[in-house]
């Protein structure tokens, strides 16, 4: 297997830290055994090479492989249900009796293939329900990956993928795709979702401020200075009295953060 010199090691930590927040200061033989047979097929003899072409080329599809063989696209329909149930029992209960304008403004930051933004929209129009029509719930998803977002975007999932999510869900919000064992979901929940390409080392610039930002299982590869800097940006991007919604086995620095703690996983930007 090829070997990683500490000089490209530290040129490969330090062109993905400062470009992407992922901290690899660890995971040397992450590096060699994933990236390895990469590298070959690229037509690259050593580390060194690769190095050299990716943070001077920069291009994206090679970039793309790269922080997809480096972190882990893992996630499903109702993945910690019990944001799902707060979202549905508490916070869409405060939103719609409060916001006068019927604009629920929620993005989904590190979307990865999809799963959660359209969870998210379905629980929205079970929510709703004869009333959806009248409120704008279209729903920001966002990730770093192409691959990711191609995926999301085409909606396509493995029957498999459906094994949590309730039996009406199934009949009304996914179609099966003929001759395969896949369902897609139903135009009506795929066009709520706006899928964009956004890092999240980037200012956060989108016209308006959110209600609700879910940015689960994302920070688990930054280190601490850049998890309290994106954490910032969330807090100046969410509507007094929104919510951030990370993951269970994540946390942020209570100390550094202007948040409210609710509960595990769970804080409110104060009224």
Not at 22 to 45: C, P, V, Y
Not at 132 to 143: C, F, G, P, Q, Y
Not at 220 to 249: C, E, M, W
Request: overall charge positive; proline content about 4%.
């Amino acid at each position: 297997m090829l070997k990683i010199s500490d000089q490209d090691f530290q040129r490969m930590v330090k062109f993905v830290h400062q470009n992407f927040g992922i901290d690899l200061a660890k995971k040397r033989q992450l590096i060699e055994s994933r990236l390895a047979t990469t590298i070959t097929s690229m037509g690259h003899q050593n580390f060194a090479s690769y190095v050299d072409y990716i943070t001077t080329t920069k291009n994206q599809a090679d970039i793309d492989v790269l922080l997809n063989k480096l972190t882990t696209n893992y996630t499903y329909f109702m993945r910690e249900k019990q944001h799902f149930d707060f979202f549905t029992n508490t916070i869409l209960p405060y939103l719609t009796s409060t916001k006068k304008n019927k604009v629920l403004s929620i993005w989904s930051a590190g979307c990865s293939s999809g799963e959660e933004p359209y969870t998210l929209v379905m629980l929205m129009q079970d929510y709703l329900g004869s009333q959806a029509s009248m409120w704008d719930t279209r729903l920001l998803a966002t990730d770093i990956s192409q691959r990711a977002l191609s995926t999301a975007t085409k909606g396509e999932y493995d029957i498999d993928a459906l094994k949590d999510v309730p039996p009406h869900w199934k009949q009304n919000y996914f179609t099966s795709i003929p001759g395969t064992t896949k369902v897609s979901v139903t135009p009506k929940i795929k066009n709520n979702v706006i899928f964009r390409t956004f890092n999240l080392m980037h200012p956060i610039r989108f016209k308006i401020p959110f209600d609700v930002i879910f940015c689960r299982n994302v920070m688990i590869y930054f280190d601490q200075a850049t998890k309290d800097a994106l954490v910032q940006r969330f807090y100046q991007a969410t509507n007094p009295g929104g919510y951030l919604l990370i993951g269970h086995s994540e946390s942020v620095n209570r100390a550094a953060v202007p948040y409210e703690y609710i509960m595990p996983a769970t804080y409110r930007k104060p009224l």
